[in-house]
Structures are given as C-alpha cells and as structure tokens.
C-alpha cells in the first residue's frame, strides 16, 4: 500500500523537542531513503533532511532524522518561532514507481 | 544559484489542455532528473510526474497517466508538463522541481492551475 502517515499537525512551546513520524510500508520506507521538506506558510517547500538524516547546507543542526523499520522520524531538538510550518515526509515507493509524499504535519509554536 | 522559474498556470475550462514551463538556471540542467510536483488548495504535496536527465524516461502517476505528459529540451534548460483532458480535481499549484529517484534540492516558485467552468 503506497501510503506514508504524518500525524496531521503537532504543537510545541519554545526550546521544546518536538518529534514528527512517517509512517510507511515494506514497498517504500523499508527499502529508501527518507527526505523531509519544510514549508513555510505561503512559499514553495524546501528540503530540510535527505537520506534519513543528512542536513542540507544552511539547515540548522537543531533538526534531524531517523528511519527504523516502516518509520522515519524528523526531531526538532529546541523548537523556534521560525519553525513554524508543514513538514512533509517523503521516500521512492517501489510499486508506485516514484516518489511518495506523506500527508504532512502542521507544527505550531505556542 | 539554482532557480527554477515556472510559467503558463491559467484558468481553464474543464476538458481544457495547458502546458506549463520550468526554465532552470544555475546547474547543469542536462545532467539532472527533473519532476512536477502539485499541491491542491490547503491540500499536501503531490508528486505526479518525472523525467530521467539523459535518456528522457518519463514516470508518472496513474491518476494523471494518458492526461500529462513530461518533456525536457536540455538545448533550452526547460521543462514541461503538457496537460489535457483537465478535471477541476487537477486545480492546484504545479511546483517544478530538480531531483526524482533520490530528493528534490530545489524548487520553483510554483505556478496556478485553475479548472473551473
């Protein structure tokens, strides 16, 4: 089944740890890597973590990432006001034959 | 600096064809797979469809096969989605993106897709 589940939205209050799943099946996180995207209200999504846990240049080091099994995870180690946004999971799915996004997570900063 | 510039969202009839454009800039453009991605009003992100970057094969995803169709013209560092048959479920707005097999580094600004009558 070619579906990967966020929880729809998450809440945390400044310098918390926030965590955010993905979950999958055997035909996509099992066997691929896990990239995740930011969204910022209003703009195009950005790349935030590849390969599971990897930091593109300029994201902070405060985000990262793990993947066991079916499940991937995007940690946010002290939450900032900046980090408000939807997060999106994604893999390759092998009986899609492309890419999967997750349904996505809407993180407010109380 | 990678920039990705789409163009040709408009408002069209159900039934209406479209053909968007991505011209990409800072990168060798040949060298690199390319998708569409789409995300309908308040809706999540969609990939629908993808190309490899030299021998041009196409992936897309059932709900749009038959209807859209990926192109590349690595001569002009472009794009494109040519678009049929459109459904007011295909309103949305089209992201290009660099990347398909691995992760998408950049994206577009992203154009608006209107179906409506």
């Known amino acids: 089944q070619s579906v990967l589940t966020q929880p729809p939205s998450t809440s945390g209050t400044l310098g918390q740890r926030v965590t955010i799943s993905c979950s999958g099946s055997s035909s996509n996180i099992r066997t691929n890597s896990v990239n995740w995207y930011q969204q910022l209200p209003g703009t195009a999504p950005k790349l935030l973590l590849y390969?599971?846990?990897q930091r593109p240049p300029g994201v902070p080091d405060r985000f990262s990432g793990s993947k066991s099994g079916i499940s991937a995870s995007l940690v946010i180690s002290a939450l900032q006001s900046e980090d408000g946004a939807d997060y999106y999971c994604a893999t390759w799915d092998d009986n899609l034959n492309g890419p999967l996004f997750g349904g996505g997570t809407k993180l407010t900063v109380l | 600096e990678v920039q990705l510039l789409e163009s040709g969202g408009d408002l069209v009839q159900p039934g209406g064809s479209l053909r968007l454009s991505c011209v990409a800039s800072g990168f060798t453009f040949s060298s690199d797979a390319m998708s569409w991605v789409r995300q309908a009003p308040g809706k999540g992100l969609e990939w629908i469809s993808g190309?490899?970057?030299?021998?041009?094969?196409?992936y897309v995803v059932d709900s749009v096969k038959g209807r859209f169709t990926v192109s590349r013209d690595n001569s002009k560092d472009t794009l494109y989605l040519q678009m049929s048959s459109l459904r007011p479920e295909d309103t949305a707005v089209y992201y290009c993106?660099?990347?398909?097999?691995?992760?998408?580094?950049?994206w577009g600004q992203g154009t608006l897709v209107t179906v409506s009558s």
């Open positions: 190309i490899s970057a030299r021998t041009g094969t196409t």
């Open positions: 390969s599971n846990n």
């Open positions: 993106a660099k990347g398909l097999r691995n992760w998408f580094d950049s």
